[in-house]
Structures are given as C-alpha cells and as structure tokens.
C-alpha cells in the first residue's frame, strides 16, 4: 500500500546531541511536511517542501532544520535537543491530480522522541 | 489567519449511541477538509476528505457534512463501538495554502 514511513517509531537522545529522524513516502506527492505534537495539542507546523522549495515556519527555532534529497525522502535534524523538544515529530505528505482535485493529506506513523 | 474550532473537547457515550463531533473555522477560502483520527501515542490516520465543491462524504458508519458558508463541518459516527474510542480532529488548508489548521480535537470515550 502507498503510504508514509517514519523511522525510528522512538527515539531517546541525550540533552544536546544532534539527531536525525526519517520519512519516506510511496505516494509521489509532490509536497511533505514536518509537525511537532506536544502532548494534548494539535500538531504544528515546523516547515514544508514544495518538490525541493523549503518554507520555514517563522517560528521554527533554529535547532530544527530539514532536507529532501529526492521526492522520496524527508530528513528532519534537530542540532541540540534541549528538554523542550520532547515530542511526537510527524511527517506528512499532500498532493493533487492534474486537474487540481487534492488528494488531502496523509501521516507517518509519528517518532516519540525523548530527550534525557 | 485560519482558526478552527472543535466542540465539545471530549465525549463520553454508552456503546451503541451515535456521536456528533463539530468543527467550526472562520474563513470560508478552504481548499478541502480533512477528519483525521489519532490514536494516544499514534500518527494520524485519515477518516474523511472533503473537497471544497462537496456537501458531505460517507465511509461506512462515518458520515461528515460540510457547510462552507457557515463555516462548519460535523463529523457523524452511527452506532459507536469501544473501538472508536480516541481523539478526533478536523483540519482545512486555505485556497492557495498547503498550511492545515488543526482544532484542537475531540477526545471520544465509548463506554461498553
């Protein structure tokens, strides 16, 4: 099945130490996205590729950066977890046909990370 | 800016009754509209999608109405089972936006 895949499902770094998480995704949309989930709150949004445009969210820190090798991929990079940064991180995807019908968004998995 | 609005934030019904989760938004420039279901500890996984032409869209029990002018969307879920227990959110982009503003959701108790 075309899906979104995020890997690990949980990851526990130490205060400060640089990480890496992954999404890869089967559906060929040309959009994906990274959201931080706290606890008990919506998802929001940290940055999106439109094919290989990056948007930062303005209020992004500067600890979390991203990069799309290729359509496939999505990378997001947390330089120096800080406590704060213990969350849920989802990755998403969107797209739409030819004549402009959306295809919506579809989610990974999520990755818990935790920061000791 | 878009801001969506979900009520009531949590629900709790006996098995078997039907549940009516609501989502409000204040502009009405939506591309589409998403129900999504997330599980504790999960992912998000896609319920209903909307698009900005539709009135409703129907997924076995599920049923979700949109209403652009009023800005509503109400998710309908016949006959709850235990099983659809877990919090509900709904989620719209605006025309011209791949943004999606989330409510906050509605966490759904079926007791059996």
């Known amino acids: 099945d075309a899906m979104v895949i995020q890997n690990p499902r949980y990851q526990v770094t130490q205060f400060g130490k640089p990480v890496t998480l992954s999404c890869s995704q089967t559906?060929?949309?040309?959009?994906m996205y990274w959201y931080q989930q706290k606890s008990s709150q919506a998802p929001k949004l940290l940055f999106h590729?439109?094919?290989?445009?990056?948007?930062n969210e303005a209020d992004t820190p500067d600890n979390f950066q991203s990069r799309r090798p290729n359509t496939s991929f999505c990378f997001l990079d947390i330089r120096s977890p800080g406590l704060g940064d213990a969350a849920m991180y989802l990755c998403?995807?969107?797209?739409?046909?030819?004549?402009?019908?959306?295809?919506?968004?579809?989610f990974g998995s999520g990755t818990r990370l935790t920061v000791v | 800016k878009q801001e969506v609005t979900q009520i009531p934030a949590a629900l709790s019904v006996p098995e078997g009754e039907n549940l009516v989760l609501n989502c409000s938004f204040t502009?009405?420039?939506?591309?589409?509209l998403q129900w999504f279901r997330q599980d504790p500890g999960k992912g998000l996984t896609s319920l209903l999608l909307?698009?900005?032409?539709?009135r409703e869209q129907t997924s076995g029990r599920l049923n979700a109405s949109l209403d652009k002018s009023s800005g509503r969307s109400t998710l309908y879920i016949a006959a709850s089972q235990p099983g659809d227990s877990a919090t509900y959110l709904c989620?719209?982009?605006?025309?011209?936006?791949?943004?999606?503003?989330f409510g906050a959701g509605t966490t759904v108790t079926v007791r059996a």
């Open positions: 989620a719209s982009p605006l025309v011209n936006d791949y943004k999606l503003s």
């Open positions: 909307i698009q900005s032409s539709q």
């Open positions: 590729y439109y094919d290989k445009d990056f948007n």
């Open positions: 502009d009405s420039a939506i591309y589409n």
């Open positions: 998403a995807t969107s797209g739409s046909s030819l004549g402009g019908r959306s295809y919506g968004y579809t």
């Open positions: 559906l060929n949309h040309n959009v």
